[in-house]
């Protein structure tokens, strides 16, 4: 069964950047599709964005898109979220996923983005 384990979130200022980790243990990604969501207080948890095990499809969603990339490192065995640019309204905790077949089933336990303005 594969863990996964965000990482690298935390205060910024308007207009940062951070780079988040997403690193999975227990065995490899290999043939996982990965997505990293967002969910704010009170709000509904949000899709960002997805990226297939070759990396030959990366996609994030319109509400991000020239701001956050997405990327993996399958010999190390982690995902990344790059977020730039980034905005108050970005606070949330992040989490990433992962799916073998149709449905997110693998999540992390998640990492707190606070954007000041």
């Known amino acids: 069964q594969v863990q996964l384990v965000e990482s690298g979130g935390g205060l910024v200022q308007a207009g940062g950047s951070l780079r988040l980790s997403c690193a999975a243990s227990?065995?490899?990604?290999?043939?996982?599709?990965m997505g990293w969501f967002r969910q704010a207080p009170g709000n509904k948890r949000e899709f960002l964005g997805s990226?297939?095990?070759?990396?030959?499809?990366?996609y994030v969603t319109d509400s991000v898109k020239g701001r956050f990339a997405i990327s993996r490192d399958n010999a190390k065995n982690t995902v990344y979220l790059q977020m730039n640019s980034l905005k108050p309204e970005d606070t949330a905790v992040y989490y990433c996923?992962?799916?073998?077949?149709?449905?997110?089933?693998?999540w992390g336990q998640g990492t707190q983005v606070t954007v000041s303005s």
């Open positions: 990226i297939n095990w070759s990396s030959s499809v990366a």
């Open positions: 227990g065995r490899t990604l290999v043939g996982y599709t």
């Open positions: 996923a992962a799916r073998a077949e149709y449905e997110y089933n693998i």
